[in-house]
T-cell receptor, first 111, second 115 residues
């Protein structure tokens, strides 16, 4: 059973554009919502995360928007750069400490 | 460097064989997790250990087993290997499980190819 659904599967954005990746979860027993970034040949690395009592969190060009009632959260990458080209995973952390990942979004930013 | 060390980086073996993947967690982290990443299944949670004890089990096959040793390093044993076991296997660690602030730190992975 997939706890979190992520879309789109792949995304192509022009340099300077906005990249938007969406995730939806089903269970309400989650208390932390991180995003991971993975470059080829590397392990996923924590990019940014949000708690459910906050509707938005911004770190540099990266912003998480969180809609608790809709059980959805999204990652926005402003002024996308070729160096942002990677696979992005949303995840949900259960109150028992289990981390469930979305299927991933492969982002390509064209120069 | 994330601080989580995995060996070997690459492994090629034949069907029916057995392999062992090793993970050293980040200094100070007590909990170790194993994930399998394949193209069609994404990141699948296999198993978690905390301070030497099994804490949670995910989609781990009976042919697979793991343990965490007193020095906190962990090993994932994969036996009777099948072609479908070819994947990237990631180890991750965290200080303690169950806290939102303690999300996982991943190693660089071990790429297993079964021929």
């Amino acid at each position: 059973q997939q706890q979190v659904k992520q879309s789109p599967q792949s995304l192509i954005v022009q340099k300077g554009g906005i990249s938007i990746i969406n995730c939806a979860y089903e269970n309400t027993a989650f208390d932390y919502f991180p995003w991971y970034q993975q470059f080829p040949g590397k392990g996923p690395a924590l990019l940014i995360a949000i708690r459910p009592d906050v509707s938005e969190k911004k770190e540099g060009r990266f912003t998480i928007s969180f809609n608790k009632s809709a059980k959805q959260f999204s990652l926005h990458i402003m002024d996308s750069q070729p160096g942002d080209s990677a696979t992005y995973f949303c995840a949900v952390l259960s109150t028992l400490g289990r981390l469930y990942f979305g299927r991933g979004t492969q982002l390509t930013v064209w120069p | 460097d994330s601080g989580v060390t995995q060996t070997p980086k690459h492994l090629i073996t034949a069907t029916g064989q057995r392999v062992t993947l090793r993970c050293s967690p980040r200094s100070g982290d007590l909990s170790v997790y194993w994930y399998q990443q394949s193209l069609d299944q994404g990141l699948q949670f296999l198993i978690q250990y905390y301070n030497g004890e099994e804490r949670a089990k995910g989609n781990i096959l009976e042919r697979f087993s793991a343990q965490q040793f007193p020095d906190l390093h962990s090993e994932l044993n994969l036996s009777s290997l099948e072609l479908g076991d070819s994947a990237l296997y990631f180890c991750a660690s965290s200080p303690i499980p169950g806290s939102g602030a303690n999300v996982l730190t991943f190693g660089a992975g071990s790429r297993l190819t079964v021929l």
